[in-house]
């Protein structure tokens, strides 16, 4: 089965959105970055314009680190329950994954977990799945990689249960645009800022 695909160009200077639109793909662009919560949030409000029915849209990051032949365990799973949130788990079997990655991932999933009150092995993880019910009332808030923490919080809070499925570790000469201390660092001003709204309400 053939999906839509959308790209979301979040102002890079290479030929992503060429090499995307040159493969039949909706280019969405920013003309600077902004950040990964930002471009979900200009895919799925285009996505919620443009595409009444769709029933569900699938997250990929485009750092090569996904394999797509991982999209059908998404797929599969998603027609089974309503309110359920699938992500991809890769810390099962990281075989390249750097090791500063791997403890920082393994850190922020044991804390994500606990305040989800769900397992979650691999919360960082950009592959994923949401129900269109889930982001039609999503409100995004953190525009950098906190979303990833965000989007698995809100969906517990809106009841979703949260299911990982095993995908590929893929690492190559390819970049990621994660710093891990930078991002730990948002990670633990993300907390906070939580927990000082959760008092406050």
Known sequence: MKFPTIVVDDGSKDDTAKLAESNGAKVLRHKINRGKGASLKTGFEYILRKDKLCDAILIMDGDGQHSPKDIKKFTDLAGYEKDIFIIGNRMDNPINMPLERKLTNRFMSKIVSNMCRQNIPDSQCGFRLLKKDFVQKLDIEFLRFEVESELLMKASQAGFKIVSVP???????????????????RFIAFLFKHFFKKIRS
């Open 167 to 185: 995908i590929q570790t893929l690492y190559g000469e390819e970049s990621s645009q994660i710093n891990p201390l930078q991002d730990t660092l």
